[in-house]
């Protein structure tokens, strides 16, 4: 069965996730920090595309220890397993993923990838294959369902959020909007990719809540089916 999925982001009051520079930037203040470290915790794993890995190369690991023990005493892993969509096995092998954060961390091939790459990734960590030539989101889910994976929150970036949102394969939006600007045309979005022309195609929401935290606001947005 497909987990539950959770996208959750930050963005700016106009909509940008990053800088037109792509860098990690800081959107969202202490609060909001804690609401994703403990969504996080609560999550049976984190995932985010490889042009997330390979512009800020994210440990995605869980900052509050008692989180941590929370999860051991409900009898789950201590860390949510950590997950890299990157059709072509290009995860760098000294990434912080591999080096910090205690959570397993498991990279999604396509079957398309070289064997090489593949090889070197599978003596660092678990590697699973969906799609031929680019990773089917779809397969992915159903594998990592079978892998015990009940709930999966998506954290980004914008082109692995469109797929996700376009092809329908989530059930939450939780989106915190921060209070500030990023600007800029080539900066990445809360979703880019190709975009929809036809009206009747949008994937539909239902808000279900919006909440000040810190000096923005968390919007949760449910899937209209
Ligand atoms: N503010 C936030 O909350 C937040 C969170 C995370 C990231 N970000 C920002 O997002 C930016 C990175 O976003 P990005 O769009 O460049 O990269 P991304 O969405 O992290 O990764 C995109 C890559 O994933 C791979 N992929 C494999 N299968 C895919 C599929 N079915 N659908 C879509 N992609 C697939 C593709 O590369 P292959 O074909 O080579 O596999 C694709 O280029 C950075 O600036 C980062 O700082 C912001």
Redesign the pocket.
Known sequence: MKPYVII????SADG????P?????K?SGADDFTRVDALRAESDAVL?????????D?SLRLKSEELADARVKAGKPAHPMRVV????A?MPLDSDMFKKGLGEVVI???RAAPEEKIAALSEKTTVIKA?DT????SE?LEMLGEMGVKQLMV??????????MS?RLFDEIRI?VGALIIGGKT??T?A??EGFTEVDEFPRLTLKSAEKIDDGILLTWMKKE
């Open positions: 959750n982001a930050a963005m940008k996730i990053s800088t520079l792509r860098k990690q930037t959107i985010v595309g490889i042009g997330t890995v390979k512009t800020d994210p969509v990157d059709s072509h290009e999604v091939v396509s799609g680019r990773v089917d989101l992915m954290e980004g970036g914008s082109t692995i959020l469109w797929s996700f092809q915190y900066s990445p809360f880019d990719g």
